[in-house]
């Protein structure tokens, strides 16, 4: 690692420093002697003299220390967390008294030579310590001059959508990864049905290259959003609003205007079977990570010139991104932040620093998301810079979530969730007799262990066949996730609602809506499984053993959910019956593709001249991982 000279400022610094010939980190400011470490007393009394600076700065400069300390890699980081335990434990700022700030930023910079062997439990304390730290700060800010913050957000938003130099800096290079190569050639289908024009798809290896015109983005932005002065101000996006090229066109025949539904396609596109998109790309082909940064921060600092986003973060993507980064990460966001601090500190103060520590955190309004997508070597890759307007654009296709939080689903979320389930003793918890029925079934005579160590160590095909009915019960808790409703126009299964599941056998999604509190009408030529659902709840559960496409509701559902083993069209033919007749607010619809099914363009035509009209709100994502070409279609009734 390339060592860093130190630069004294009015603002914190850190240094590389040898010791017992491990680099370790020492910081400092303006008012630390960097080679009297050992004169505490003296330092603390030249800094309770000066008392002048301002509290937020305090609060900065330290926020900024500990900030610093977490982007570097891996191996310095733990030697590290060894130094800070005590101060964690002992120590909380307090940013409305100034005194105590400066008496315990010399404490903690004091306690960071002194050693602790507990690494686990100092991160985790780290972490708490710097949100304090963080929520103090935000609240002064908040508290002061309130009023003229707004205006000045409004302001912002204003310049970050709607300044045309933005295209000066844009770059029409567009790559897309897919979820699993044997997806890149339906989802090369989906992009030139729901991406046409001047784009130019290819497949080049494992991903696709194309190009997104910048007129494409500035057109949704003026004809497709609007400003919401009653939720801060934020950009958001209008309603049944289909555009584009098409919605151009329609616009000149507003008497006819019904006629054309099957025209139109929706402004924002989404792409099923992709895993992620990277608009505003530019390809490095280099072989030091110091050229890849500096090519890098050139990039985001001259898009940043003609669109100031208010946040930002940066996302490294591997070939492999299920699996955790490596220290390369850590290296390259360094090295990006360094020269961002060193050459531009507005673009460094605005960063996130919390997706250091926490990338699942999902997108703010207004942040820009800065993607490396790395290539098998080391030695070629692309950076993207997603700015607000692309990523208003190109959100279904992106996620709020750009990390894809597909590790944290199988190592954390998912055994988290059925350890509560299943040792929940609320008597009130929704769908307990299903819980109380499956441990009665299966569990009780197999003797499965309950605890949270066992549950996470089992692999995602044994928690299915020891707790579950099928392994279709992970899609929905996947999809609702991925997609949360204080995030997403889709909404949560609530209690007391109706749910219609079509094909519901052997009971994984039937199951799921249970245990949300939903009231759930269950058809299947086959029946459900008697290990996984206490058929006698007859308050809860409704069981029809037919054919689900004979069936003709006498009311209307808040759920229509599908998950059938028969050919797309058929689903995508039987939802939109559903639609046209208004039985259903919400669906979910798994279409499952076949090995024959080499052509889908037929059903993306359907889906964007029949569904998509009568839809408020629609998207698609893949959620099985194992290779299957499945997609589910999920959204909002008009």
């Known amino acids: 690692?390339?060592?860093?000279?130190?630069?004294?400022?009015?603002?914190?610094?850190?240094?590389?420093?040898?010791?017992?010939?491990?680099?370790?980190?020492?910081?400092?400011?303006?008012?630390?002697?960097?080679?009297?470490?050992?004169?505490?007393?003296?330092?603390?009394?030249?800094?309770?003299?000066?008392?002048?600076?301002?509290?937020?700065?305090?609060?900065?400069?330290?926020?900024?220390?500990?900030?610093?300390?977490?982007?570097?890699?891996?191996?310095?980081?733990?030697?590290?967390?060894?130094?800070?335990?005590?101060?964690?434990?002992?120590?909380?700022?307090?940013?409305?008294?100034?005194?105590?700030?400066?008496?315990?930023?010399?404490?903690?910079?004091?306690?960071?030579?002194?050693?602790?062997?507990?690494?686990?439990?100092?991160?985790?304390?780290?972490?708490?310590?710097?949100?304090?730290?963080?929520?103090?700060?935000?609240?002064?800010?908040?508290?002061?001059?309130?009023?003229?913050?707004?205006?000045?957000?409004?302001?912002?938003?204003?310049?970050?959508?709607?300044?045309?130099?933005?295209?000066?800096?844009?770059?029409?290079?567009?790559?897309?990864?897919?979820?699993?190569?044997?997806?890149?050639?339906?989802?090369?289908?989906?992009?030139?049905?729901?991406?046409?024009?001047?784009?130019?798809?290819?497949?080049?290896?494992?991903?696709?290259?194309?190009?997104?015109?910048?007129?494409?983005?500035?057109?949704?932005?003026?004809?497709?959003?609007?400003?919401?002065?009653?939720?801060?101000?934020?950009?958001?996006?209008?309603?049944?609003?289909?555009?584009?090229?098409?919605?151009?066109?329609?616009?000149?025949?507003?008497?006819?205007?019904?006629?054309?539904?099957?025209?139109?396609?929706?402004?924002?596109?989404?792409?099923?079977?992709?895993?992620?998109?990277?608009?505003?790309?530019?390809?490095?082909?280099?072989?030091?990570?110091?050229?890849?940064?500096?090519?890098?921060?050139?990039?985001?600092?001259?898009t940043f010139k003609h669109c100031k986003w208010r946040t930002w973060r940066i996302q490294i993507v591997t070939p492999t991104s299920e699996a955790k980064v490596s220290n390369y990460r850590y290296q390259l966001t360094r090295a990006i932040l360094t020269k961002a601090r060193r050459f531009n500190s507005t673009l460094f103060t605005c960063y996130n620093f919390e997706t250091i520590r926490n990338s699942t955190l999902p997108i703010e309004e207004d942040e820009a998301l800065i993607q490396i997508l790395c290539s098998d070597k080391k030695s070629s890759g692309y950076i993207s810079v997603v700015t607000p307007p692309i990523y208003k654009y190109l959100e279904k296709i992106i996620g709020v979530y750009p990390s894809h939080i597909g590790r944290e689903l199988n190592t954390d979320l998912i055994p988290n969730y059925i350890h509560e389930l299943f040792t929940n003793c609320e008597p009130l918890q929704y769908g307990k007799n299903h819980i109380n029925h499956i441990k009665q079934q299966r569990l009780d005579h197999s003797k499965v262990s309950l605890k949270l160590e066992d549950i996470k160590s089992m692999k995602t095909e044994e928690l299915v066949e020891t707790f579950l009915p099928s392994r279709s019960f992970l899609k929905l808790f996947e999809l609702f996730q991925k997609f949360p409703s204080n995030v997403t126009p889709f909404p949560s299964m609530k209690p007391n609602e109706t749910v219609i599941d079509l094909g519901s056998s052997p009971g994984g999604w039937t199951l799921f809506s249970l245990l949300q509190g939903c009231h759930v009408t269950s058809i299947d030529k086959s029946p459900l499984n008697p290990n996984s659902l206490d058929c006698n709840d007859s308050k809860n559960l409704k069981f029809l053993e037919m054919n689900a496409f004979d069936f003709n509701p006498d009311s209307t559902f808040d759920w229509l959910i599908i998950d059938m083993k028969v050919p797309p069209m058929k689903s995508l033919i039987l939802l939109n019956k559903w639609l046209h007749l208004k039985l259903c607010r919400n669906f979910i619809v798994n279409l499952k593709f076949q090995i024959t099914d080499v052509i889908i363009s037929d059903h993306e035509k359907f889906i964007q001249n029949n569904i998509t009209p009568k839809t408020s709100y629609i998207n698609s994502i893949c959620l099985n991982k194992n290779g299957y070409k499945e997609i589910t279609l999920f959204g909002v009734n008009n």
């Open 1 to 302: 690692m390339n060592q860093l000279k130190p630069k004294l400022s009015s603002i914190s610094k850190f240094s590389f420093i040898q010791f017992n010939n491990i680099n370790r980190i020492k910081y400092f400011t303006t008012k630390t002697n960097i080679d009297n470490t050992n004169n505490t007393n003296d330092t603390n009394n030249t800094n309770n003299t000066n008392n002048n600076e301002n509290n937020n700065n305090d609060i900065f400069n330290l926020t900024e220390k500990i900030v610093s300390k977490f982007i570097v890699n891996n191996n310095i980081r733990k030697i590290n967390d060894e130094n800070n335990i005590k101060l964690t434990k002992k120590y909380h700022l307090n940013s409305n008294k100034y005194n105590n700030n400066k008496n315990k930023e010399i404490k903690f910079q004091k306690d960071l030579n002194e050693n602790n062997d507990d690494n686990e439990e100092n991160y985790e304390n780290n972490e708490n310590y710097y949100n304090e730290l963080k929520d103090d700060n935000n609240n002064n800010n908040n508290n002061n001059n309130n009023n003229n913050k707004k205006k000045k957000e409004l302001k912002d938003n204003y310049e970050i959508y709607e300044d045309p130099n933005q295209r000066i800096a844009y770059k029409t290079l567009t790559v897309v990864k897919v979820k699993d190569d044997t997806h890149i050639d339906y989802a090369l289908q989906q992009l030139r049905i729901q991406l046409k024009g001047k784009t130019g798809w290819n497949k080049d290896k494992n991903i696709i290259v194309g190009n997104i015109q910048w007129s494409r983005i500035n057109d949704f932005i003026k004809n497709s959003t609007y400003y919401d002065i009653n939720e801060g101000f934020n950009i958001k996006v209008k309603e049944n609003h289909y555009g584009d090229e098409d919605s151009n066109n329609n616009n000149n025949n507003n008497n006819n205007h019904h006629h054309h539904h099957h025209h139109h396609q929706q402004s924002q596109p989404f792409i099923g079977f992709c895993k992620q998109i990277f608009p505003n790309s530019i390809l490095i082909e280099e072989q030091s990570n110091n050229k890849w940064s500096e090519i890098g921060y050139d990039f985001i600092s001259n």
